[in-house]
């Protein structure tokens, strides 16, 4: 059965440091998302991801984050300058036919800054 | 009022028991509903998706009541290896889904 990947699984990082985190999508999808779970609360949307372009993002996705699909596999969120509140699980997602379908995550990156 | 509400619970039962949760919402205009499941510090795996027509699979049936805005997950002749928080999710013709914050399930032997 497809999955969605993600790397690394666990990154430690100093506040004020760049992070990327990485996604390979299940494979005939076109639909990309990012996630994000404090610990203990709920799963949260960052932004979607379409025909190489934002198509929605949620407040939460500042000028700090930024997404990309370096080709024509891989999905990152980068992060450019970390604060402490940026700890969490993020989860990357996918989905083959968009709005209102289903979306398959991934198993999620934990991001601790120190 | 929350967009996506759910029970925390824990929902403690034994095994062999039903189980029933509730998710309410609260925009009308929602257009899909899910159920996911997720396991301590993992990622959410769906469940499955909640139809108007309500939905089956197994041992789990979904429901969606669109008059009162909340769906609800029914779990049969629970097992050990459902205990697991699960998540509503809902979606209004927006790519975000809107995740309640999960309810939890424990069975006992």
């Known amino acids: 059965e497809p999955e969605v990947t993600q790397t690394p699984s666990h990154q430690v990082t100093q506040m004020g440091q760049e992070v990327i985190l990485r996604c390979v999508p299940i494979?005939?999808?076109?639909?990309f998302y990012w996630y994000r779970q404090i610990l203990g609360q709920k799963v949260e949307f960052l932004v979607s991801?379409?025909?190489?372009?934002?198509?929605?993002k949620s407040e939460i996705f500042d000028d700090q984050f930024s997404v990309e699909r370096p080709d024509g596999s891989n999905f990152t969120l980068k992060i450019r300058s970390t604060k402490l509140e940026d700890s969490a699980m993020y989860f990357c997602?996918?989905?083959?036919?968009?709005?209102?379908?289903?979306?398959?995550f991934g198993p999620g990156t934990r991001l601790t800054v120190t | 009022r929350k967009e996506v509400e759910q029970d925390p619970g824990p929902f403690n039962v034994p095994e062999g028991a039903t189980v029933a949760f509730n998710c309410t919402y609260s925009?009308?205009?929602?257009?899909?509903f899910f159920w996911y499941r997720q396991d301590c510090r993992k990622e959410p795996k769906l469940l499955m998706s909640?139809?108007?027509s309500g939905n089956e699979d197994g041992r789990f049936t979904a429901q969606l009541n669109r008059a009162s805005q909340y769906i609800s997950l029914l779990i049969r002749d629970s097992k050990l290896s459902d205990s697991a928080t699960y998540l509503c999710?809902?979606?209004?013709?927006?790519?975000?889904?809107?995740f309640g914050t999960g309810t939890r399930l424990q069975v006992f032997p």
């Open positions: 999710a809902v979606n209004w013709n927006t790519d975000k889904l809107i």
């Open positions: 494979s005939n999808h076109l639909y």
């Open positions: 925009n009308s205009a929602s257009q899909s």
């Open positions: 991801f379409y025909n190489n372009e934002i198509s929605e």
């Open positions: 909640v139809y108007s």
């Open positions: 997602a996918s989905s083959n036919r968009g709005v209102n379908y289903e979306q398959y």
